[in-house]
């Protein structure tokens, strides 16, 4: 496995590991799995996607300040680098590239993405700036990497539809793949920031994905034993009683402090009217004490 932390760092192991001539060759010889590092079983799942659609993976461990507000976490941001390391080794990644800050960012720097509109609904609306800041950061992860292929978690359901929307924007030559979220046996979705989290906050964040699970749950709910479980379901519940069922699980536990729940249009984030048929997407974000989390799952309403 090769670390990098520049360009030339990168160029070079493309020239050893024999990785083709990159997004415009038609091929997949090489897929990029952009992290934060603090790497877990929901990174190391879409490290095994993409060895499954390319014969070389790349995975970036960046902690990316441009994404993160003036009062949140960048600086206690867990840094697990040497584990993250053995992580990539054991999943049989080709490179990893580390950059620093500095080397991301020149001091004089004027000109980044815009997320749009639809950077400003949902997670936008709560952290502004902050999907400008992703896009930014990925496409320049994508200039300097030049990957056939990306990676990227469905945990993150808004930041996933807006790099599809800049790369059909922007016309990016790179193939979009999401993987499935990672969750606890209870059901609590892997994140790098759970480690922050007490006992008794854990227990509260657990309200998140139950919170789903009963939205899933109303848009499974055909009255013939279907099984309820978090993931894709088909139903006829509309959305009001779905956002109900959900929001009555968030109200029924005190320590959390809900930023949102919104059932919205899987690829533009618009709130779905009670009328919408078809994918719409359950996002909750909360904080327990000072952790902010987030969860979603994706239903099927007929
Ligand atoms: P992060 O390091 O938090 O920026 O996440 C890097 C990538 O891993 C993003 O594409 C996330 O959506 C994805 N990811 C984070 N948590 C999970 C999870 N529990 N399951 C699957 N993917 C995840």
Redesign the pocket.
Known sequence: MIVADDRAGLLKARETLGIGAGAFSGGSALALV????ALHE??R??IRLARERAAHVAVSIFVNPLQFGPTEDYSRYPRTFDADLEACAAEGVGVVFAPSAEDMYLPDRQVGVSAGEMGSVVEGEFRPGHLDGVLTVVLKLFNLVQPDVAV??Q??AQ?LAMIRRMVADLNLPVSILG?P??REPDGL????RNRYLSRDDRVAALALSRALEAGAGQALDRGDGATRTLGVGAGRRAPAEIRRAALAVLEAEPSLAVDYLVLVDPATFAEVGDDHTGEAILAVAARVGSTRLIDNVTLDIR
Do not use: I, R, W
């Open positions: 952009p992290t934060m590092g929901g990174h799942s879409l990227f978690g945990k993150d930041q993987g979220t990672v979705a892997l994140s790098s």
